[in-house]
Nanobody
């Protein structure tokens, strides 16, 4: 059974930093794209950043220049370094990964349980 476990959320003041981690565990063949999403109260879940297996990264306009996504393929882990945090970054952050269980099956999406990030003004 594949699991994604996030860590690193918490409470921080405006202008502060946090680093989120998401580790994939279980039995699988490969991980393709890994993304971070967030969902604020009363809002839809939105893509924050993503990174391909080769390391190409993409970001939402709202976080460009402040957030950096990276991954360690040997550890099956994706990271999100969040700097210059703003109150509007407050949300539950979710990790998403496209994982193939074996060579015969295609990719499917897996989600973590979410980690709360709260930025106080």
């Amino acid at each position: 059974q594949v699991q994604l476990v996030e860590s690193g959320g918490g409470l921080v003041q405006t202008g502060g930093s946090l680093r989120l981690s998401c580790a994939a565990s279980g039995s699988f063949f490969s991980i393709n794209v890994m993304d971070w999403y967030r969902q604020a109260p009363g809002k839809q879940r939105e893509l924050v950043a993503g990174i391909t297996i080769s390391g190409s990264a993409y970001y939402a306009d709202s976080v460009k220049g402040r957030f950096t996504i990276s991954r360690d393929n040997a550890k099956n882990t994706v990271y999100l370094q969040m700097n210059t945090l703003k109150p509007e970054d407050t949300a539950v952050y979710y990790c998403n990964a496209q994982i193939s269980l074996d060579v015969f099956r295609g990719l499917r999406d897996y989600w973590g349980q979410g980690t709360q990030v709260t930025v106080s003004s």
